[in-house]
Nanobody
Framework: QVQFVQSGGGLVQPGGSLRLSCAVSEFTLDYYSIGWFRQAPGKERDGVSCINRSDGSTYYANSVKGRFTASTDNAKNTVYLQMNSLKPEDTAVYYC????????????????WGQGTQVTVSS
């Protein structure tokens, strides 16, 4: 059973930055790719980014491309999502999860999810 501890998030003004962290249980990154998802009120959960464990390829949703950067620190068993130039439409609960990572960001998830963290972009 994969365990996650998410941190980061909060309230930020438009144009600001936040960094989300997703610490996972040991060896998880040896076997799984990790993706970031978000869910805004009244909307479906959408893929934001993922890092392919096999080749290190990183994929982003068009809406965040050029503003968000996903990265991994294997020594710390932690995945990060650096979010810059934040917009009000980025407001959502953000989740990390194990998944099959490809450019569609719709790969199979393994029913292992972080607890979610709220990001609110507002002036």
């Amino acid at each position: 059973q994969v365990q996650f501890v998410q941190s980061g998030g909060g309230l930020v003004q438009p144009g600001g930055s936040l960094r989300l962290s997703c610490a996972v249980s040991e060896f998880t990154l040896d076997y799984y790719s990790i993706g970031w998802f978000r869910q805004a009120p009244g909307k479906e959960r959408d893929g934001v980014s993922c890092i392919n464990r096999s080749d290190g390829s990183t994929y982003y949703a068009n809406s965040v491309k050029g503003r968000f950067t996903a990265s991994t620190d294997n020594a710390k068993n932690t995945v990060y999502l650096q979010m810059n130039s934040l917009k009000p439409e980025d407001t959502a609960v953000y989740y990390c999860a194990t998944m099959i990572c490809d450019r569609t960001l719709r790969g199979h998830t393994f029913d292992s999810w972080g607890q979610g963290t709220q990001v609110t972009v507002s002036s």
